[in-house]
């Protein structure tokens, strides 16, 4: 299990995560808490990093000391951004003359 040191807030709405890295490298926040519901297995490996993995149909349950987290942004209640977007307008392109 990881340290309170580890634990940080998220900025939208001030809940507790920890930052994992995946299997791909990429760094995901899941929520501090271990859940019975999450679908993500965290571990700290030998470096002392909290790494993530999905659970999936190749590998189903739990190995070794890992633990069951939910990931943030399933649970996170930040603010709705107002409005849709606006479209970008559309690129005008020259008409085509030869040289």
Same mark, same amino acid.
């Given at each position: 299990?990881?340290?309170? $040191? ?9 809940? /507790?995560?920890? !930052?994992?890295?995946? $299997?791909?490298?990429? &760094? ?34 739990? /190995?070794?000391? /890992? !633990?069951? $987290?939910?990931?943030?942004? $399933? ?20 008409? !085509? &003359?030869?040289?």
């Amino acid at each position: 299990m990881p340290s309170a $040191a580890d634990r940080t807030r998220c900025t939208w709405c001030g809940a /507790e995560i920890l !930052w994992t890295v995946t $299997a791909t490298g990429a &760094r995901m926040p899941v929520n501090a808490d271990p859940d019975p519901t999450g679908n993500q297995a965290v571990h700290t490996d030998v470096a002392g990093r909290l790494r993530s993995r999905g659970i999936s149909g190749d590998r189903p349950s739990l /190995e070794g000391a /890992e !633990w069951l $987290a939910m990931p943030h942004a $399933a649970t996170c209640s930040r603010p709705k951004l107002p409005g849709p977007r606006r479209p970008r307008p559309p690129i005008r392109r020259q008409p !085509w &003359r030869p040289r």
